[in-house]
Nanobody, 122 residues
Framework: QVQLVESGGGLVQTGGSLRLSCAAS????????RGWFRQAPGKEREFVAY????????SYADSVEGRFTVSKDDTKNTVYLQMNSLKSEDTAVYYC???????????????WGQGTQVTVSS
């Protein structure tokens, strides 16, 4: 099993920044990719970004490309999502997930965190 715990969410004004963290524990060697997804009220969950733990390669949704940056700290087994130039449409619960495969499909992720709320106010 892999346990994921997100933190760093909160309330921020439009144009502001937040950094989310996702700390992993357990059998993390079984997963190679850490992804971020989000779900806004009344909407389906959507892919945000992922990072390959081994290669450091990343992938972003078009809606966040250039504004969000995913990174990792190997020593802390933690993934970060730096979110800049936040917009009201970024308001959602953000989830960290882990998978053996690099994918934008949430169904391919085996482990999920509990989520952290991000609210962007105008």
């Amino acid at each position: 099993q892999v346990q994921l715990v997100e933190s760093g969410g909160g309330l921020v004004q439009t144009g502001g920044s937040l950094r989310l963290s996702c700390a992993a524990s357990g059998r993390t060697f079984t997963t190679y990719v850490r992804g971020w997804f989000r779900q806004a009220p009344g909407k389906e969950r959507e892919f945000v970004a992922y990072i390959n733990w081994s290669t450091g390669s990343t992938s972003y949704a078009d809606s966040v490309e250039g504004r969000f940056t995913v990174s990792k700290d190997d020593t802390k087994n933690t993934v970060y999502l730096q979110m800049n130039s936040l917009k009201s449409e970024d308001t959602a619960v953000y989830y960290c997930a882990a998978s053996r495969l690099g994918s934008r499909l949430g169904a391919l992720y085996n482990y999920w965190g509990q989520g952290t709320q991000v609210t962007v106010s105008s």
